[in-house]
């Protein structure tokens, strides 16, 4: 018989949120050099809602660029910043070595407030990303909502907006997790048939937490299948069986994925490594 090439492994990122003591930045930053070993394309790490943690942020996205050798993106947001400040951040990063921005609009604090831009502040995603080409020659991720961004009339106005995004320089859209690969090829098509071509990297949540991962769901607008709420019921307090279930559940999306042409899926870690690395490692993406 002849002998095939072995299919190339996808390439991964790995996302963080910044920690609020001591010992949880030294959890993360272990977590992001365990997973370091499996050469992602970057990491990231997380603001908090109206850019409340943003001293925070810098210091832990600093960090990682000295800590893990490996590329290390700063997330950004408009909420609640003149323009000048947020170019001040934007420059603080590049300062810091990094080179790489995921530039979101951000919402505001308080579960029910709307974003409303701050005066003298950039008024959306398209207008960030346009003025953060202007500060520095970064690479610029944006975020994309495969079941419309709750705040959207519709998913053509989401698309729209994207689009100008993308047009204003933005790299790539990563978008917000989903729970079936049938929900991100859907969007795919439908941003493709617009016209987009720019990358669109599946985020990929591996549930560690059940009653967290679907209250994330909910706030972001991400359905739940009732077959994935069957499967998880009743393991609150299993957590070894939790594990299993979702790397099994995950990796088979991953690997459906996979089959339709994604390259690059990007991890919402919740500072978490092993998750993260079992799924990896059956995806084919091995310590270096």
């Known amino acids: 018989m002849p002998?095939?090439?072995?299919?190339?492994?996808?390439?991964?990122?790995?996302?963080?949120?910044?920690?609020?003591?001591?010992?949880?930045?030294?959890?993360?930053?272990?977590?992001?050099?365990?997973?370091?070993?499996?050469?992602?394309?970057?990491?990231s790490v997380t603001y908090g809602a109206g850019g409340s943690t943003r001293e925070r942020t810098l210091a832990v996205t600093a960090?990682?660029?000295?800590?893990?050798?490996?590329?290390?993106?700063?997330?950004?947001?408009?909420?609640?910043?003149?323009?000048?400040?947020?170019?001040?951040?934007?420059?603080?990063y590049w300062?810091?070595?990094?080179?790489?921005?995921?530039?979101?609009?951000?919402?505001?604090?308080?579960?029910?407030?709307r974003f409303t831009p701050h005066p003298g502040g950039y008024d959306g995603a398209a207008a960030l990303v346009a003025g953060l080409s202007r500060v520095a020659p970064f690479e610029i991720s944006v975020a994309a909502y495969p079941e419309k961004h709750p705040e959207a009339a519709s998913?053509?106005?989401?698309?729209?907006?994207?689009?100008?995004?993308?047009?204003?320089?933005?790299?790539?859209?990563?978008?917000q997790f989903f729970f079936?690969?049938?929900?991100?090829?859907?969007?795919?098509?439908?941003?493709?048939?617009?016209?987009?071509?720019?990358?669109?990297?599946?985020?990929?949540?591996?549930?560690?937490?059940?009653?967290?991962?679907?209250?994330?769901?909910?706030?972001?607008?991400?359905?739940?299948?009732?077959?994935?709420?069957?499967?998880?019921?009743?393991?609150?307090d299993q957590p070894e069986v939790r594990a299993l279930v979702t790397t099994a559940v995950t990796a088979d999306m991953c690997q459906a994925l996979r089959a339709e042409g994604v390259s690059h899926f990007h991890f919402y870690t919740l500072n978490r490594a092993a998750p993260s690395q079992a799924i990896c490692r059956l995806l084919g993406v091995m310590p270096g």
């Open 155 to 175: 998913l053509d106005a989401d698309l729209d907006a994207l689009q100008a995004e993308i047009d204003a320089r933005a790299t790539r859209a990563i978008t």
């Open 180 to 236: 079936e690969a049938e929900t991100f090829l859907r969007f795919r098509d439908k941003a493709r048939a617009r016209g987009i071509t720019a990358e669109i990297v599946p985020g990929i949540l591996p549930v560690s937490n059940i009653s967290q991962a679907w209250r994330f769901a909910e706030m972001c607008g991400a359905s739940v299948p009732d077959r994935l709420r069957a499967l998880y019921h009743g393991l609150d």
């Open 63 to 92: 960090d990682l660029v000295t800590r893990t050798g490996t590329p290390v993106a700063g997330h950004l947001t408009c909420v609640g910043a003149t323009q000048d400040a947020v170019n001040d951040v934007a420059r603080a």
């Open 95 to 113: 300062q810091a070595g990094v080179r790489h921005i995921v530039a979101l609009r951000g919402d505001p604090a308080g579960a029910d407030a």
């Open 3 to 43: 002998v095939t090439a072995p299919e190339r492994a996808p390439s991964v990122s790995f996302e963080f949120f910044p920690p609020k003591t001591d010992k949880m930045a030294e959890g993360l930053t272990q977590a992001a050099c365990d997973l370091a070993a499996l050469s992602p394309r970057f990491v």
